[in-house]
């Protein structure tokens, strides 16, 4: 039944995902890749942990305050803060959300606004956010298979990553959710007596080269540079430099989050209007820019995306953003954890994550960045660190004909014409790629019991989701859990009792939502309270 994974990523898998972002590069141990940037998912989603690979931040976190509440204490002038020694904003120039109705500044306690003055309850992040789970929305549900409020510094080693003292190195992160904000990497010795604490990482933050950004589409190996804004006044530790995420969200304070409106600009200029096309439909303006494949996967009942939009935004963000750093040349050897710490502007949030780094002696770096080439008429040439073709420009009109199938970088992935695409050929094939044999086809959905036409989910279905997942369903909970989110996350993680009775995975998220909420999975009357 492996069918399941290739075709479900949309229909079921990725139902439980509702934000965020996190490092794909160095491989770190949320098990995220480079391949699958932008999806919240690793390269074996129904391995433990590899569904919900962005789930791992720290919630409560606003500037001035002692520590983190797991609050969602956001301004929005009737919710009390995290906590009553706020401190005044340091940062209100490289801002990425703009002031809400009458120029009221809703982000100014938010931990972007002073960079890395935000208290942080783990460098590499708490599965869910927080100790107990979250309101439904907010993705404060962990990882499959991972138990709430686990502390990433306790996850089991991954890949070891090596660097060399005294070289430059790449590093790379994605965006599920856009809530603006800025990061930073930092290292800190796992033999350190401080124990991976936030102090430990703040004595070896790490400075970026030069003032350029790479967008690389998964792992292709074509790169389009944007322009870098560092700052490093106003930031802690005193002097420490931070990047500030160089792709916009939506315009207005959600960002396009929850299928709100204001995707038909972006919060501040959107790199690559040369590159990506308006869309009539979902981004009237050109460039990389909006929310993320995070806006229609909040796991909000009725706040659901179409198919299509679904497709082009999972598509348009499915990109690494990379940068280089400097190793410092006079650290010690030995063995690290790297964490990227991305402060969130939107919300009192830090997404972090950590990977496993060995330090050495010697060793070979990175083409070091070329001098910046003298500006010529607009628009300048960015200065590359690998350089490659460019990828043809997609079409000036709305949208290309092209989709990318399952998934980018997946098992058999090629480009098809869809109605639903909105690639031209080119660029289809430049970010689509391909790795490993075709995948097997779907097969034809069998229909053991016909459900009659105004019905999605059968009566043996409901009684097979019932056997499986039932005890996630609302009224069944035996303890605090997010619905429909750990309900969907449930059925996702059953491909073989599931996918025949239920009749295949392309099925509209919908009725599992109404189901895991109690409802009659088919709109009638209620069903289970």
Same mark, same amino acid.
């Given at each position: 039944?492996?069918?399941?994974?290739?075709?479900?990523?949309?229909?079921?898998?990725?139902?439980?995902?509702?934000?965020?972002?996190?490092?794909?590069?160095?491989?770190?141990?949320?098990?995220?890749?480079?391949?699958?940037?932008?999806?919240?998912?690793?390269?074996?989603?129904?391995?433990?942990?590899?569904?919900?690979?962005?789930?791992?931040?720290?919630?409560?976190?606003?500037?001035?305050?002692?520590?983190?509440?797991?609050?969602?204490?956001?301004?929005?002038?009737?919710?009390?803060?995290?906590?009553?020694?706020?401190?005044?904003?340091?940062?209100?120039?490289?801002?990425?959300?703009?002031?809400?109705?009458?120029?009221?500044?809703?982000?100014?306690?938010?931990?972007?606004? +002073?960079?890395?003055?935000?208290?942080?309850?783990?460098?590499?992040?708490?599965?869910?956010?927080?100790?107990?789970?979250?309101?439904?929305? %907010?993705?404060?549900?962990?990882?499959?298979?991972?138990?709430?409020?686990?502390?990433?510094?306790?996850?089991?080693?991954? #890949?070891?990553?090596?660097?060399?003292?005294?070289?430059?190195?790449?590093?790379?992160?994605?965006?599920?959710?856009?809530?603006?904000?800025?990061?930073?990497?930092?290292?800190?010795?796992?033999?350190?007596?401080?124990?991976?604490?936030?102090?430990?990482?703040?004595?070896?933050?790490?400075?970026?080269?030069?003032?350029?950004?790479?967008?690389?589409?998964?792992?292709? %190996?074509?790169?389009?540079?944007?322009?870098?804004?560092?700052?490093?006044?106003?930031?802690?530790?005193?002097?420490?430099?931070?990047?500030?995420?160089?792709?916009?969200?939506?315009?207005?304070?959600?960002?396009?989050?929850?299928?709100?409106?204001?995707?038909?600009?972006?919060?501040?200029?959107?790199?690559?209007?040369?590159?990506?096309?308006?869309?009539?439909?979902? +981004?009237?303006?050109?460039?990389?820019?909006?929310?993320?494949?995070?806006?229609?996967?909040?796991?909000?009942?009725?706040?659901?995306?179409?198919?299509?939009?679904?497709?082009?935004?999972?598509?348009?963000?499915?990109?690494?953003?990379?940068?280089?750093? %400097?190793?410092?040349?006079?650290?010690?050897?030995?063995?690290?954890?790297?964490?990227?710490?991305?402060?969130?502007?939107?919300?009192?949030?830090?997404?972090? %994550?950590?990977?496993?780094?060995?330090?050495?002696?010697?060793?070979?770096?990175?083409?070091?960045?070329?001098?910046?080439?003298?500006?010529?008429?607009?628009?300048?040439?960015?200065?590359?660190?690998?350089?490659?073709?460019?990828?043809?420009?997609?079409?000036?009109?709305?949208?290309?004909?092209?989709?990318? #199938?399952?998934?980018?970088?997946?098992?058999? +992935?090629?480009?098809?014409?869809?109605?639903?695409?909105?690639?031209?050929?080119?660029?289809? +094939?430049?970010?689509?790629?391909?790795?490993?044999?075709?995948?097997?086809?779907?097969?034809?959905?069998?229909?053991?019991?016909?459900?009659?036409?105004?019905?999605?989910?059968?009566?043996?279905?409901?009684?097979?989701?019932?056997?499986?997942?039932?005890?996630?369903?609302?009224?069944?909970?035996?303890?605090?859990?997010?619905?429909?989110?750990?309900?969907?996350?449930?059925?996702?993680?059953?491909?073989?009792?599931?996918?025949?009775?239920?009749?295949?995975?392309?099925?509209?998220?919908?009725?599992?939502?109404?189901?895991?909420?109690?409802?009659?999975?088919?709109?009638?009357?209620?069903?289970?309270?």
């Amino acid at each position: 039944m492996m069918n399941l994974r290739y075709c479900c990523v949309l229909a079921l898998c990725m139902s439980l995902v509702a934000g965020h972002g996190l490092m794909n590069y160095p491989p770190n141990r949320a098990r995220n890749d480079e391949a699958t940037a932008g999806s919240c998912l690793g390269l074996h989603p129904g391995m433990k942990g590899q569904n919900g690979t962005c789930l791992w931040f720290n919630q409560g976190c606003q500037i001035g305050c002692s520590k983190c509440t797991g609050q969602n204490c956001i301004d929005d002038g009737k919710t009390a803060p995290c906590c009553s020694s706020l401190m005044v904003a340091t940062n209100n120039d490289a801002r990425t959300y703009q002031n809400g109705l009458f120029g009221y500044d809703f982000t100014k306690h938010n931990p972007w606004r +002073a960079p890395g003055f935000a208290p942080i309850e783990s460098p590499c992040g708490i599965a869910g956010g927080w100790y107990t789970a979250g309101a439904a929305g %907010n993705g404060g549900y962990p990882p499959n298979g991972i138990k709430q409020g686990a502390d990433g510094r306790e996850q089991s080693a991954g #890949a070891t990553t090596e660097w060399a003292v005294g070289t430059k190195q790449e590093v790379s992160w994605s965006i599920l959710a856009n809530h603006g904000g800025g990061y930073a990497y930092r290292l800190c010795p796992k033999s350190d007596a401080r124990k991976l604490s936030e102090e430990c990482f703040q004595s070896h933050h790490l400075a970026f080269v030069g003032d350029w950004s790479w967008i690389q589409y998964n792992k292709t %190996n074509m790169r389009t540079a944007v322009p870098a804004t560092r700052i490093s006044t106003g930031t802690n530790p005193p002097g420490s430099q931070w990047t500030r995420n160089p792709i916009p969200a939506c315009s207005g304070p959600e960002g396009g989050s929850k299928m709100s409106n204001g995707c038909s600009a972006p919060q501040f200029a959107a790199p690559m209007t040369d590159i990506v096309p308006a869309n009539t439909k979902w +981004a009237q303006s050109a460039g990389l820019y909006g929310f993320g494949f995070g806006r229609c996967e909040s796991g909000l009942y009725g706040a659901d995306c179409t198919d299509e939009e679904t497709w082009y935004w999972r598509d348009k963000f499915s990109f690494n953003i990379i940068d280089y750093v %400097n190793v410092p040349a006079g650290l010690e050897v030995g063995e690290y954890l790297l964490s990227f710490r991305w402060e969130s502007e939107q919300t009192p949030q830090i997404w972090a %994550n950590c990977a496993d780094i060995n330090i050495v002696a010697s060793g070979p770096s990175p083409t070091p960045p070329p001098s910046p080439v003298p500006p010529a008429p607009p628009p300048p040439s960015p200065p590359s660190l690998r350089p490659s073709p460019t990828p043809p420009a997609p079409s000036p009109s709305p949208g290309g004909k092209y989709a990318c #199938a399952p998934y980018p970088h997946g098992p058999g +992935a090629k480009c098809i014409e869809s109605p639903v695409g909105y690639y031209t050929q080119g660029l289809c +094939a430049a970010i689509c790629g391909g790795t490993g044999p075709p995948a097997p086809p779907c097969p034809p959905t069998p229909v053991p019991t016909p459900a009659p036409p105004h019905a999605p989910l059968s009566t043996p279905c409901i009684a097979a989701m019932e056997t499986n997942c039932g005890k996630f369903r609302k009224g069944a909970c035996k303890y605090p859990c997010i619905l429909p989110t750990t309900c969907n996350a449930c059925i996702g993680d059953h491909p073989t009792q599931l996918e025949v009775i239920c009749g295949g995975t392309f099925l509209p998220a919908k009725p599992f939502q109404r189901w895991c909420l109690g409802e009659d999975p088919n709109g009638n009357a209620t069903f289970i309270v």
